[in-house]
């Protein structure tokens, strides 16, 4: 599948203020945020039922520019441009999807970098801590100012997974189906170990400043550190070896020196480097705290408890060398499901890339889900 | 495993012959788990002229692909692993076809599937068809049929057995045989055989049901 073939076009982000005081969205935690704006795209057409939406759900640091271009000269397309278009795995010509930034993050939607109505200045660590649960309900909101009963679809990879199941589990009702990739209802312990590790580079970075960095220096060498070590673990082993191997930067002998040598090393610098032009540190903080929070078998400890309100049926999809997230925490919410007598699919895809694979694995991805979305239907349709 | 087994059997291109029996010992409107599903045109017959509800198990990747593009539900992933989600009849078929004798125990999986559906239909591959025998005997060589393609170093049946092992087996884990469908599965069509199966048929299709209850309503 080429990538020009079946774009979306140029297209723009939109935005929804919502839950203006004293209507404000009560969250998780116990506190309320409002006015909350979030940041949206849309693509193809809602048809006149309302029943073609499909609702895609990004990951950690993404945005809600998941395909298409702003302009012209736009260097990329949005993050999932392969999957959504004409002909393509989202049919644009067919369904009308969106996609928008989650409540918490810095790339239009509020967040720790908006300006606090009550002070005036952005909030910093005032910002209340948001879940998975707030973002989902945030995007509800969305949803229903949209005018959408019930959506054809909810889909998203691993944070957008997780907020996925969140969907399946708080409106049951409101989809037909769901997709869940590289995903998890829990994230394991070495997981919350590496975004712990993310946290306190940003931390002690001084400029950090407890979240007041705003106007001034940001703490770029901690967020970029932090990435550093997301990247690792959204690598393989064997990803690294095809990738970059053990060769040296633009050099066959090494300089015995600690300037950046090895081609992994300066990969991890440029994608650290990239990543503080476009994303705030405390929007991370925030954002990989709700990733560790997210437990879907709480308050009973029990996943099948968790999972019982969901009636959508299900494709859930691994990927074989994602160790982040890895096959095992799908069979869990596979099985749960199963035992909750709920359809379900599960496949895993052999793959090298690891986590990352949900973005470039395209064409098992778009052959399943084309398939998928096409035929499945809950079975509620028989007499049983 | 099973789905690049089952592709060595001929397909009619509609379905297989030795399918249709299977499809006929379903009631309508049952719950149906295949295990070793293959690409899916065993549910997807049974779903269509049964109205049964269907979902699969099955280990090859493409096999998995190919029974969502069927809309069919499937679980991708080992056949041992998949049963432990299951309560006691809490299906009303397990079906296995031509997929024990790759197992390495077919036992268990057997025992499991009888738990678990009130019913199960297996079949097998029967290695006392006499074609089988006679190779063994006359030529003196492992025997190749058209549904043990394979040579001695490559073939992945491990656990071949022969109708009268099978009721054998049967017998002994108290497993009724509420219905035997002996078949010869030719090119064009597939005759059942009535006289000394064992010996004339090369395939097999049992139905069986425990014969004691499950003591202890809920293991899981």
């Known amino acids: 599948?080429?990538?020009?073939?079946?774009?979306?076009?140029?297209?723009?982000?939109?935005?929804?203020?919502?839950?203006?005081?004293?209507?404000?969205?009560?969250?998780?935690?116990?506190?309320?945020?409002?006015?909350?704006?979030?940041?949206?795209?849309?693509?193809?057409?809602?048809?006149?039922?309302?029943?073609?939406?499909?609702?895609?759900?990004?990951?950690?640091?993404?945005?809600?520019?998941?395909?298409?271009?702003?302009?012209?000269?736009?260097?990329?397309?949005?993050?999932?441009?392969?999957?959504?278009?004409?002909?393509?795995?989202?049919?644009?010509?067919?369904?009308?999807?969106?996609?928008?930034?989650?409540?918490?993050?810095?790339?239009?939607?509020?967040?720790?970098?908006?300006?606090?109505?009550?002070?005036?200045?952005?909030?910093?660590?005032?910002?209340?801590?948001?879940?998975?649960?707030?973002?989902?309900?945030?995007?509800?909101?969305?949803?229903?100012?949209?005018?959408?009963?019930?959506?054809?679809?909810?889909?998203?990879?691993?944070?957008?997974?997780?907020?996925?199941?969140?969907?399946?589990?708080?409106?049951?009702?409101?989809?037909?189906?769901?997709?869940?990739?590289?995903?998890?209802?829990?994230?394991?312990?070495?997981?919350?170990?590496?975004?712990?590790?993310?946290?306190?580079?940003?931390?002690?970075?001084?400029?950090?400043?407890?979240?007041?960095?705003?106007?001034?220096?940001?703490?770029?060498?901690?967020?970029?550190?932090?990435?550093?070590?997301?990247?690792?673990?959204?690598?393989?082993?064997?990803?690294?070896?095809?990738?970059?191997?053990?060769?040296?930067?633009?050099?066959?002998?090494?300089?015995?020196?600690?300037?950046?040598?090895?081609?992994?090393?300066?990969?991890?610098?440029?994608?650290?480097?990239?990543?503080?032009?476009?994303?705030?540190?405390?929007?991370?903080?925030y954002l990989s705290k709700a990733m560790d929070y997210f437990d879907l078998s709480q308050p009973e400890g029990e996943l099948r408890k968790g999972l019982s309100a969901v009636q959508a049926a299900a494709l859930v999809i691994s990927f074989s060398s994602d160790w982040l997230f890895p096959s095992y925490m799908s069979k869990e919410i596979v099985s749960a499901l199963r035992r909750n007598n709920v359809d379900v699919s599960y496949a895993e895809i052999q793959s090298d890339y690891g986590h990352d694979a949900f973005l470039l694995e395209f064409d098992t991805l778009s052959r399943l889900i084309t398939n998928f979305l096409e035929y499945a239907g809950p079975r509620n349709s028989d007499e049983r | 495993m099973s789905g690049e087994i089952r592709t060595v059997l001929r397909s009619n291109g509609d379905l297989r012959h030795e399918f249709q029996y299977i499809v006929n010992t379903v009631k309508p409107g049952s719950t149906v788990l295949d295990l070793g599903c293959g690409s899916g045109e065993l549910m997807k017959a049974l779903q269509k002229q049964k109205r049964a509800r269907v979902q699969g198990i099955e280990l090859s990747d493409t096999a998995v692909q190919s029974c969502v593009e069927k809309?069919?539900?499937?679980?991708?992933?080992?056949?041992?692993?998949?049963?432990?989600?299951?309560?006691?009849?809490?299906?009303?078929y397990v079906i296995l076809t031509s997929t024990l004798q790759v197992l390495e125990r077919p036992d268990l999986l057997i025992l499991e599937a009888a738990r678990v559906g009130r019913q199960c239909v297996v079949s097998v591959p029967n290695f006392g068809y006499w074609r089988v025998r006679f190779q063994l005997m006359f030529q003196g060589v492992m025997p190749k049929t058209e549904h043990l393609p394979y040579e001695w170093y490559d073939t992945p049946n491990i656990h071949l057995t022969t109708l009268t092992d099978f009721r054998r087996f049967c017998k002994k884990y108290g497993l009724h045989i509420e219905q035997e469908i002996d078949l010869v599965i030719g090119e064009q069509s597939c005759k059942r055989i009535w006289l000394l199966p064992n010996f004339f048929a090369d395939y097999g299709i049992f139905v069986l049901r425990r014969e004691t209850p499950l003591t202890g309503s809920d293991k899981i």
């Not at chain 1, 309302?50 to 012209?72: E, F």
């Open chain 2, 71 to 92: 809309g069919l539900f499937v679980y991708h992933g080992d056949l041992n692993e998949g049963l432990a989600d299951f309560n006691d009849n809490s299906v009303d």
């Open chain 1, 1 to 285: 599948m080429s990538s020009e073939q079946g774009s979306v076009g140029i297209v723009e982000t939109q935005y929804y203020t919502f839950a203006e005081p004293p209507c404000q969205l009560e969250l998780e935690c116990g506190r309320k945020l409002g006015p909350i704006t979030l940041a949206y795209e849309t693509y193809g057409k809602l048809n006149a039922g309302k029943s073609n939406a499909i609702l895609v759900i990004h990951a950690l640091t993404g945005d809600a520019h998941a395909a298409g271009r702003h302009s012209p000269s736009d260097r990329k397309p949005g993050w999932w441009d392969k999957m959504i278009g004409p002909g393509k795995a989202f049919d644009t010509d067919r369904y009308f999807v969106i996609c928008s930034n989650s409540v918490g993050g810095c790339q239009g939607s509020t967040g720790p970098s908006s300006i606090n109505p009550e002070t005036g200045r952005p909030y910093g660590l005032e910002f209340p801590m948001v879940t998975i649960g707030d973002m989902v309900n945030a995007q509800k909101a969305l949803i229903d100012h949209l005018g959408i009963e019930q959506l054809a679809c909810v889909v998203g990879g691993s944070m957008g997974g997780m907020q996925v199941l969140q969907w399946a589990t708080t409106y049951p009702d409101k989809m037909r189906l769901f997709i869940p990739i590289a995903s998890t209802a829990r994230l394991s312990p070495q997981a919350i170990a590496f975004d712990a590790v993310g946290r306190h580079a940003i931390m002690a970075d001084p400029n950090w400043n407890k979240g007041n960095y705003y106007g001034a220096n940001s703490p770029s060498s901690g967020l970029s550190i932090a990435r550093m070590v997301g990247h690792i673990t959204y690598l393989s082993d064997t990803s690294m070896h095809t990738k970059f191997g053990r060769d040296l930067k633009d050099k066959v002998t090494p300089d015995y020196d600690f300037v950046t040598e090895f081609q992994v090393e300066s990969y991890l610098n440029y994608q650290g480097d990239e990543f503080v032009k476009r994303f705030d540190a405390n929007s991370y903080l």
